[in-house]
């Protein structure tokens, strides 16, 4: 993440060994809220960024989490075609712009 610039857009990483499960399956998306720490947040206060379109983004979408799928490797829309267009990017360096507009975030 440090070498994608990322790293100051992130909070935190679960991993499938820690959760004791994988994606899509739920547990280890509550344990990303346990990892939290914050019991009185909403599904739709939190956005979920990654890659693959049914781990990442329908796994989330089902506990109702914001989420974005990121298309890296520039495939076509019609890959794409249950998902909003607004919930796809390219570009990693996006996501605090989309963040932003999301959740009506100020800029400082």
């Known amino acids: ?3 994608l610039g990322v790293a100051p ?3 935190f990483v679960v991993t499938s060994e820690e959760a004791g499960a994988s ?3 739920v ?3 509550k344990a990303a809220l346990k990892k939290l720490g914050n019991t009185q947040i909403q599904p739709h ?3 979920h960024v990654g890659d693959d379109l049914e781990k990442d983004y329908f796994g989330s979408k089902r506990l109702g989490w914001n989420a ?3 298309n890296r490797d520039s495939l076509p829309l019609s ?3 249950d998902v909003p267009k607004e919930d796809i990017s390219e570009d990693f360096m996006e996501i605090d712009d989309i963040f932003d507009k999301r959740f009506q975030k100020p800029r400082q």
């Open 9 to 11: 857009l992130i909070d």
């Open 68 to 70: 974005i799928v990121l």
């Open 1 to 3: 993440m440090a070498q």
């Open 79 to 81: 890959k794409f075609l």
């Open 23 to 25: 994606k899509p399956q």
């Open 45 to 47: 206060e939190i956005l």
């Open 27 to 29: 547990d280890i998306f």
